[in-house]
C-alpha cells in the first residue's frame, strides 16, 4: 500500500505570532542611522567622498525585464563646522534630540591646524 501525501505531513496548530517591540525597533534604526554618520564623518575627515546606495526595481527598456538598480541615496550630515569647531546633532525623525535638559548639540573639538584636516577629540 502507498502512503498518502496528506499523511506523510507533519500537522500542527498554527504558532501564534510574537508582537514586536515598537521601542526596540525605533533603537535599531537609530543605531542603523548612527553607524551611517560615523562612516560619512570618518570620509569628511579623511576627505574622501561618502556615497551610500538605496536598490530599486526597473524595468529595461529593450527587453522590459525587472531589474534591481542601485542609485545614490542623499543622506543629511548630522555634524556642522562653525567657527573652525566641529558639532554633532543626533538627529530622529529630521529633529534634534535632546541629550540633557535643554542641550542638544555634542561640540566634537576644533579643527588642528595640520595640513591632514583631522579633528582632535
Known sequence: MTKSILSSLKVIARPEKTKTNPLAAKREKLL???NQQKEMALCFVN???FTTYKEKWDKEPETEEK??????????PWYYQLNNYCFFEVRYANKPLEIQEGLKVIEVGAKKTSTNNQYRY
Open 67 to 76: 531589474i534591481k538598480v542601485r542609485l545614490p541615496k542623499k543622506i543629511s
Open 32 to 34: 542603523r542611522k548612527l
Open 47 to 49: 576627505d574622501e567622498v
